[in-house]
Structures are given as structure tokens and as C-alpha cells.
């Protein structure tokens, strides 16, 4: 239901508002005779709309206004009078009016237009506020995300803001960063790759980079994922950029590499086989022996239903619980398991090791 304060300091003129413009379980109307009345009104009780009048003594319609926008921004107001001039009208846009009206005329023509307009004022005022909770959200998950995140204005490609991890990441104060370009303090060293970066982007609208190579201010060198789109904002184009940080990510991948590539040298010179389980992805992956020892082509394709033949078991059912239980608990185990392998002369054990 609609709850609309009227606000006038004709009381006979105030009583026939609220009889032409109630309507039960559509809307309700609560009257005041001053400003200062409606503000008291205001304390206590929830409007989604107001509707004054111009000319009242103490407090006027305008100040009524001021005050009103002082603590509800977005709360639909409505001048409703007969005394108003062409200033009175400038004055109440220029200070947050959403409609002014003259009420002059038949009540039985002049009511249902107020009535219609209080509608109009508070489907805007919901549309706004809705607006204005999105903006929330956002504001607050830019400032709480854990990736950086940077704001460019389409145009110029000048930065025009930056969250807070981003600036910690980087190592700037948010003032060091506003309306410069991203090459122009560093970020990007690379300032041939910045420069095509940021014109790809505005041919597409989209980019990604995996690994880009960006500097912080004590000239410290980072791996980004670096993901970049342009949008609108009302009628401006803005590009978003989404920066995480994977220096560590990278390390690691460097360091499984070294550690494959060991496991290979070692497997080859003492005839041990190996296979790992990307418990994500299902991947299997093989050293060389043990394609050697199982007699098939390094081309092949191995994944894990293939992978679990190896062991040839009369019962598989203890290597796949023990699988299926590391991949949903993630815990460690050992499992000694026998094969035969294919190749003629050569037996063994299996020795299992999650992590």
C-alpha cells in the first residue's frame, strides 16, 4: 500500500485531498497543517511520498523541501499549490522537486491528476531506490574484493578509481593513480603492449591476458590475469578491469614442471613408474616408464577409468573408494596395491600417495 503524507495549512482543503485521493488497500493518506507538523509525522512513520503545499506559514514548501532531501534523498516530493510563481517553480526543481502542480480548478478534475501524479513520483522513487541499493552492492564489493579491480574512463583511458586491494597490490595511494594512464605510472611496463592492449579493447570491448608482466611502484614484477571490458554508465563508457594476482600460481606451475621433470629422470634411471591424478579435472598424467612399462604409445590418451586397468585387480572396489574418498575429503593416504604388467618378465608392486 502507498503511504502519502499531505502537507497544508488549509485544513477544509486538506481534508478533501485526503478524501478524493484515499483508496482502501491502494492508498492511505496522513495529513499536517505545518512543516513542521509533517516533519514530526516523519520521525515516527514511513511516506513513500509527499505532497505539499507552497505558501504556509512559519515554514514554507521549499524549506519543507530542503529539509526533507537533507535525510531522504530519494523520497518523491510533490509541490502542490496555488500560489506559486515561475521562480517558486525553478526553485523547487533546483532543490530535489519531482513535480509541481497548481491546484486551481475543479477538485473532481485537479484530485484524480494529483492522484496519478503521486504514482508516477512513486514508481520513480522505487526505481531509484533501487538504483541507488545497486550502487551499494557494487560500491561494497568494490571495495571488499579480494582481486584489484580498476575503473578507466573509455574516452581518455585516464583511471578513474581504484579498490583498495588493487592499491595495496600495486603499492599506490589511490590520488598517485587517479586521471593517469596506466603506462604513465608504471603499471604496465610495457608501454607498446598497454597501448595495443587498451586499443584492442575498444575494438572489441573485451580482453584477457594470462601471465601479463606488471610492476609495482618499488618496481617489483607480478604475474596478472588480467580481464578487461567496456560498459555503459547512464551514457558513459567506462572500462572495468579485473587484476589477480597469480605470481604464486605461476611459481608453482614452474615448480611442478621441475618436479615432472625429475620424476621422469629418476623414474627412467631406476625403472620406476609414476602416474598423477588431477583430482579436479580427472586428468592422468605419466611419466615415461611408465608408458614404457605398460607398453603403450606416449600419444595415447590416458584417463582415469583407463588409469585404474593398470592394476588389473580381481577387486577393484578398494582402489576406487580410496579414490573417490581422497577427492571428496582431500586426505592423504598410502596404498600398496600388486600389478602385473604387460610386458613379458616384468612384475611389481604399487605404492599409492595422495597429498
Known sequence: MISVLCVDDDSAYLSLEKRFLEVPDVLTVTTALSAREALKEMETNRFDAIVADYQMPDIDGIEL??????????????????????????DAFNNGANFYLQKNGEPKILFPQLKDTIFKAVKIGELGQALHDSETRYRKLFETAQDGILVLDAESGEITDANPFLLTLLGYTRDEMLGKKLWEIGVIWNKALAEQAY??????GYIRYEGLPLETKDRRAIDAEFVSNVYVVKTQKVIQCIIRD???????????????????DVGEMAHIGGWELDVKTKEVRLTKETYRIHDISEDERIDLSKAVLFFDLPDRSTLEAALQRCMEKENAFDLELPFPAPRAGISGRVSWDMR
Open 65 to 90: 523541501l530542503k529539509a526533507v532531501r537533507a535525510t531522504n534523498p530519494g523520497l518523491p516530493f510533490i509541490l502542490y499549490t496555488g500560489k506559486g510563481r515561475e521562480e517558486v517553480v525553478i
Open 246 to 264: 597469480i605470481t604464486k600460481r605461476k611459481q608453482m606451475e614452474e615448480a611442478l614442471k621441475e618436479s615432472a621433470t625429475l620424476l621422469n
Open 199 to 204: 586499443a584492442d579493447l575498444i575494438k572489441t
